[in-house]
């Protein structure tokens, strides 16, 4: 179940933003597409991030993806865990599978409610 304050990216990244802090992931419908997932790329705090633009990589055994920022800002703080536990992203893709903390400067105009990106998903297949 997707949580409802967050938003959505059509590239199937979340972000829920608090205090002017985005913590940004990847959705259980980019996790679920993905899937055998074995490495993950992720910039370090301190690193800027532009919206729109890839932040990183997410690899599995079919595909390599780019990974795309929802806001505009500096990263002050990594899930250094994750990319050692992979298996987070299908447990708790919304939970402690987040990828990153952002000081917000910017939000993409592309950021969707929920009943937007299911809507999206659903067309997608």
Request: aromatic share 8%.
């Amino acid at each position: 179940m997707r949580p409802n304050d967050c938003k959505f990216l059509k590239s199937h990244e979340w972000c829920k933003i608090e205090n002017g802090i985005a913590t940004i992931g990847i959705t259980d419908y980019a996790v679920s597409h993905l899937s055998d997932l074995v490495f993950l790329d992720l910039p370090n705090k301190g690193a800027s991030v532009t919206f729109g633009e890839s932040f990183g990589e997410i690899e599995s055994v079919k595909a390599v993806s780019s990974l795309y920022s929802p806001v505009s800002g500096e990263v002050i703080d990594s899930n250094k865990n994750l990319p050692d536990n992979l298996e987070w992203l299908s447990q708790e893709p919304f939970g402690k599978a987040w990828m990153l903390k952002v000081k917000v400067t910017a939000k993409s105009p592309d950021l969707l409610e929920g009943a937007a990106y299911d809507a999206h998903c659903k067309a997608e297949g």
